[in-house]
């Protein structure tokens, strides 16, 4: 694990320049409100176009998983899609399925072999998941896959749209 960088920082996802950035899609991947809206409105239609051959093919993506299209105008080459949890006061398993978000993604870019990737905080805005479990959670599933797993990334950053996640995340992060 000592060979990436994690990092957090204060940002708009859209103008990450990394090999891929995690789009918080919803199952039906056809775009939608906060991060799913920014990355569809600014990547254009490339990314909408692969995202309906997708759902032609496996009929959208499940709660937990995650897949991967074109970035079209965004400054990254990839997009990965993965769907997070609506909460529920923890009592849906929602604990679990946002650990699988971070793990299916990591799993895709290990399997594109990419360098960097870059995190929004999945779930946190209209699906509700409280901000500091919903960062303890993210750190946690990231570092370890990354501890069982042999991968080519080179740098994963958390990119927080608000002051709050990104002092939460600084923390975690900075823990020894």
């Known amino acids: 694990m000592s060979k990436t960088e994690l990092r957090a920082i204060k940002g708009d996802i859209t103008k990450q320049e990394v090999d891929a950035v995690v789009n ?9 409100g906060g991060v799913d809206g920014a990355i569809h409105r600014t990547g254009g239609p490339a990314i909408l176009e692969e995202c309906k ?22 400054p990254a080459k990839y997009v990965i899609h993965a769907v997070g949890p609506v909460w529920h006061g923890g009592k849906q398993n929602e ?38 479990k919903a960062a303890e959670v993210a750190v946690s599933a990231t570092k370890d896959f990354l501890q069982h797993h042999d991968t080519n990334l080179q740098s994963i950053t958390f990119v927080c749209f608000d002051e709050e996640n990104y ?5 975690l992060l900075n823990k020894v």
Do not use: D, H, M, W
């Not at 870059?118 to 509700?128: E, H, L």
């Not at 002092?167 to 923390?171: F, G, H, I, M, T």
């Open 24 to 32: 918080a899609a919803n199952t039906s991947l056809l775009g939608g």
């Open 53 to 74: 051959q997708i759902r032609a093919k496996q009929g959208g993506c499940p709660t937990g998983e995650a897949v991967i299209t074109t970035a079209g105008n965004l």
């Open 95 to 132: 604990q679990e399925l946002l650990a699988s978000c971070y793990r299916n993604s990591l799993r895709i870019a290990s399997e594109k072999q990419l360098r960097s990737i870059a995190f929004p905080n999945i779930s946190t805005g209209v699906y509700g998941y409280p901000k500091g």
């Open 167 to 171: 002092e939460l995340y600084n923390q």
